[in-house]
């Protein structure tokens, strides 16, 4: 059975940062391109970040780009997203997603099927 769970949201204030762990099991994690999504209340899902099953190649939303950083230790079946200089608007759900298309990072092309349950991230003004 695949689990994919996340951890590492929380409370943070403007300009702050946190890490994000999505960890993996019951798939074999290095065959798998990975990818982080939020929604924020009222409004639909949208990519963050997705990297490929090597490492290699990674997406960042314009967003995000130069603030979050997205890596994965495939020997802990573990990808973290690293959330710098986190501003109001950063504030969400944010899914971990299993079998991803890298350029794209959208929740539509998700075609492994496999989410997490989501951690919340809420950045104070």
């Known amino acids: 059975q695949v689990q994919v769970v996340e951890s590492g949201g929380g409370l943070v204030q403007a300009g702050g940062s946190l890490r994000l762990s999505c960890t993996a099991s019951?798939?074999?994690?290095?065959?798998?391109?990975m990818g982080w999504f939020r929604q924020a209340p009222g409004k639909e899902r949208e990519g963050v970040s997705c990297i490929s099953w090597t490492g290699d190649n990674t997406y960042y939303a314009d967003s995000v780009k130069g603030r979050f950083t997205i890596s994965r230790d495939n020997s802990k079946n573990t990808m973290y997203l690293q959330m710098n200089s986190l501003k109001p608007e950063d504030t969400a759900m944010y899914y971990c997603a299993a079998g991803v298309v890298v350029t794209l990072c959208t929740p539509t092309t998700v075609w492994g099927g496999y989410w997490g349950q989501g951690t919340q991230v809420t950045v104070s003004s």
């Open positions: 019951g798939l074999t994690f290095n065959r798998y391109h």
